[in-house]
């Protein structure tokens, strides 16, 4: 199955020019080129997504492999951001990158986070782990979308060059996955929810860290009364170990249309 800064240590080295007449020194760590720490970033992503692509793992391996997929993008942010150096930011294409990659990561982390707080509860069946995984993976795959929307209004060829932007392209999705709904709506009713006891280990899914995740072109936003008046509705109609939580502020169209598919196919099939 699928796709901090860390203190910057500066040594300086002072003697006293009252005592000595020398001037301190100062000696600052390296750093590469955006362009290479970014094209690294993007391998890293890439070939993290292919590592079991052709594979059929077991229920077990798959809890696993979400575990470990978790670390490593950790890992990977984390080694991307301290080789960023804040001046190179300041070129405006690298800033508008440098944006696009942290919302490809935040995507594919918050899916991994998601997914692992329901494969550390004790004794879960696979059946109600698959449940909560589509429902995120369905998310996850919409705002991927709309990352691939902002990427198009974005000529990143220029910095990254032919192959590196083709791998780029290849990290997000720019088709609606609504082929996720109807198997995930089936799941419902089912009995196969996180006992009651154990769902203070799971939380509520929460949308509102991505009310700026959008396109220049799909900039209006939609009022949040309206969205969570969707959300209420689709909770109705899901089990009750996965949940919705009310967005505190007005969404825009990639959330909107995500919770509006959903509730679709919810009243289409119950």
């Known amino acids: 199955m699928k796709k901090y800064f860390k203190l910057i240590t500066i040594i300086i080295f002072t003697t006293s020019i009252l005592l000595t007449g020398c001037q301190s020194s100062k000696k600052q760590e390296h750093k590469p080129d955006y ?31 979400h ?20 001046q190179d930011l300041k070129n405006k294409d690298n800033k508008k990158l440098d944006h696009l990659l942290t919302e490809i990561y ?23 782990y698959m449940k909560h995984m589509t429902q995120h993976l369905y ?13 198009e209004e974005f000529d990143y060829n220029p ?13 997000v999705r720019e088709e609606m996955p609504t082929d996720k ?21 799971i939380s509520k899914i929460d949308l509102n860290k991505y009310k ?8 209006k936003k939609v009022p949040k009364e309206v969205i969570n008046e969707v959300i209420d509705k689709i909770n109705k109609k899901l089990d009750d ?21 959903e509730l679709d196919a919810l009243d289409g099939y119950l």
Do not use: W
């Open 106 to 128: 935040e995507v594919n982390h918050d899916f991994t986070i998601n997914v692992n707080q329901v494969g550390n509860v004790k004794g879960v069946d696979e059946p109600t």
């Open 67 to 86: 575990k470990k997929h978790q670390k490593n993008l950790e890992k990977y942010y984390k080694e991307y951001k301290n080789n960023v150096d804040p």
């Open 159 to 171: 910095l990254l060059g032919k192959k590196h932007s083709e791998a780029l392209e290849d990290l």
């Open 212 to 219: 700026d995740y959008t396109s220049e072109k799909y900039r």
């Open 241 to 261: 170990d996965i949940q919705f939580k009310h967005v505190d502020e007005d969404m825009p169209a990639s959330v909107t249309t995500a919770l509006s598919k």
């Open 139 to 151: 998310l996850a795959e919409i705002l991927s979308m709309n990352v691939a929307k902002e990427l």
């Open 35 to 65: 362009r290479s720490t970014a094209k690294k970033f993007i391998d890293q992503l890439s070939n993290e997504g292919e590592k079991h692509k052709d594979k059929t793992p077991s229920f077990k391996e798959v809890v696993a492999i």
């Open 181 to 201: 709904l109807p198997p995930y709506v089936d799941m419902q009713g089912q009995d196969h929810m996180i006992p009651k006891d154990q769902r203070a280990k």
